[in-house]
């Protein structure tokens, strides 16, 4: 049994070395360091971020598990560790309904534009109306001047560059530090 325990405890060593070299911190930590105008609460695989702007309640929503591996550079010649690309919904509410907006990131590894996040989809949901069942239309069939303005309604509840930026810090410390006690709850089952 020890052996097959070996090659989990390699690993999760390995991830540990890869971890305090990148300063990766623990999910408390990482929530607390980043986007601290949010309330933050944790759920299994997601994060809820909740904020209030205005007469309008904000709720960002990630889950681990809707997480895109980054292909790695092809001219790369060393093995890097990967990346993943988190992907995440965005709901503003008031009393007149919810606009929601399904967002990732869209780049290659030579790519790496982090403040700035795409949007996929928006939908609008009228009050009392569950967003998984609202229409939700291409962002991208958008006329390009409301593509503008829903990029700039974003902005102007704190929803641009820096917010990408930080969720984007914060989901990857969160993923690494979930996948290394993923590793540990595996070994100690194995």
């Known amino acids: 049994m ?8 390699s690993g999760i060593n390995a991830e540990y070395g890869i971890a305090h070299e990148e300063g990766a911190v623990t999910n408390d930590a990482a929530l607390q360091s980043h986007l601290t105008d949010f309330s933050k609460h944790i759920s299994g695989s997601k994060i809820i971020l909740k904020k ?15 997480m895109t591996e980054l292909a ?7 093995e890097t560790p990967p990346q993943y690309l988190p ?11 919810t606009l929601a907006f399904q967002c990732n ?10 403040d700035q996040f795409v949007i996929s989809e928006v939908a609008f ?6 967003v998984d069942t609202a229409f939700a239309t291409d962002f991208g069939n958008l006329d390009y001047v409301l593509i503008e303005e829903f990029e700039n309604y974003l902005h102007r ?16 410390a969160f993923e690494h530090q ?11 089952f194995i």
Do not use: W
């Open 157 to 172: 509840r704190g929803l641009g560059a820096d917010f990408s930026s930080n969720l984007f810090e914060m989901s990857s």
């Open 72 to 78: 790695p550079a092809e001219d790369d010649p060393e």
């Open 2 to 9: 020890a052996q097959r325990k070996l090659p989990l405890s």
């Open 87 to 97: 992907s995440f919904k965005i709901e503003v509410s008031k009393k007149q309904g």
């Open 52 to 66: 209030q702007f205005e007469d309008e309640s904000i709720t960002v929503e990630l889950d681990l598990n809707n």
């Open 105 to 114: 990131y869209h780049m290659t590894s030579e790519e790496q534009n982090l």
């Open 125 to 130: 949901c009228e009050p009392g109306q569950n």
């Open 178 to 188: 979930n996948y290394v006690n993923f590793l540990k709850n595996v070994r100690d």
